[in-house]
């Protein structure tokens, strides 16, 4: 006989391909663009103003569909209470995310778009290593393996550009920093998600984080607003796009899956860029790259089926 718990559990496999599963996969493809959208900000603005940009742009767009949905009296909007412990992992939040944010934009001026990407992305060994060791996760063998096979294919399509920028050693540093801080912001993310809605979070996020990179922008850089529409549109991608839509699926999936899983489709996006380039640019993938692909898509499906990935629905005391 079947307990309940097995029930759930043959449910959560039987629904592989769930709309939660499927927006995630579009959310990753969303922030493929986000180093694009950096990289052509940065040719006027530097990394802290291209983030600040980039969280003002954000805030505003949230606080007004805040106030249309507060006008409207959204019956579907939780009333949810803010105490003065939340205020303070709301705030760590925003200081992981705007360290995180900085130190990766800053990196894409000190080394390839490739390296900053591949190491920025190594994320998920991070959020998982850090939520065994503060959190008490655990991982089975499954999510471990196909973590292990998405790294490994996510590290073969940069491999050739990696190595054509390999005395990039500060760039390349900053962009690993850059990872272990998004890490320690995700497994915040995934207690905050527990308690309220993706919006809530993104609101204060957003507005932590832009007060704080106003202030270093005012301190180590000289322009503070984009001048030409290039640049312009750029940040309003990076704002709308890449911080709220992108990373709003990513952190309302929190709910269902785990920081470690959510994460882990960010190895997603260097095979997105090499498609990218591949259907509108022509550019050449050779055998090794569709290999890449196959382990990356692999990987991520092997840790799917992993116990650990998804949050059962018994585990109603970690989510309320």
Known sequence: MLNQHDLSLNSTKDNSFSPAFFSLLLGAFILSFAAIFTRLSENELGPAATS??????ATIVLFIWEGIQYGIGDPSKPNEVIKLKDWSILLL??????????????SLTQTSVANSNLLHNLTPIFATLCGWLFFRQSFDYRFLLGMGLAIIGAATISFGDFQEAADSLVGDCLALLSAVFYALNYLVREHLRSKFSATTILVWYCLFCGCFTFLLTLTTERQL??????TWLAVICLGVLC???GQGLLIHNLKQFSSGFVTLFMLLEP???????????AQK?????????????????????????????DDESYLE
């Open 243 to 245: 911080q709220i839509i």
């Open 52 to 57: 600040f940009n980039r969280f003002y742009i």
């Open 271 to 281: 095979l997105l860029t090499a498609l990218f380039a591949w259907a509108i640019f």
């Open 225 to 230: 607003f984009p001048t030409s529409w290039q």
């Open 285 to 313: 993938l050779t055998p090794l790259n569709w290999v890449a692909f196959f382990l990356v898509l692999a990987g991520i499906y092997l840790a799917k089926q992993s116990n650990d990935s998804e949050k059962l629905a």
């Open 93 to 106: 939040s925003a200081i992981l995310g705007t360290t995180a944010s900085v130190f990766w934009a800053w």
